[in-house]
Nanobody, 118 residues
């Protein structure tokens, strides 16, 4: 059974930082590209950052220079370090795992809430 469990969300003031974690189980983690998506109320889910199984990264333009995605294959965990947070970053952040070769093997976590407010 595949599980992706996010943690680290919460309330932070504008300009603050948070670190999200996503612990994966039930998959061969190193075979998966990992990503963070977010969805704000009334908006479509959007890709925030992705890290491939080989370690290459890509970011949405809105978070470049502020967010950093990383992975620890030994711990089966992907992280999202979020700095200089803005109110528009507030959303539910979801972890995604997609097999690098078999794209139908695509899994989601339940999400963690990030609120940016003074």
């Amino acid at each position: 059974q595949v599980q992706l469990v996010e943690s680290g969300g919460g309330l932070v003031q504008p300009g603050g930082s948070l670190r999200l974690s996503c612990a994966a189980s039930g998959i061969i983690f190193s075979f998966y590209n990992m990503a963070w998506y977010r969805q704000a109320p009334g908006k479509q889910r959007e890709l925030v950052a992705v890290i491939t199984s080989a370690g290459s990264t890509n970011y949405a333009d809105s978070v470049k220079g502020r967010f950093t995605i990383s992975r620890d294959n030994a711990e089966n965990t992907v992280y999202l370090q979020m700095n200089s947070l803005k109110p528009e970053d507030a959303a539910i952040y979801h972890c995604n795992a997609r097999n690098r070769d078999y794209l139908d093997y695509n899994y989601w976590g339940q999400g963690t809430q990030v609120t940016v407010s003074s």
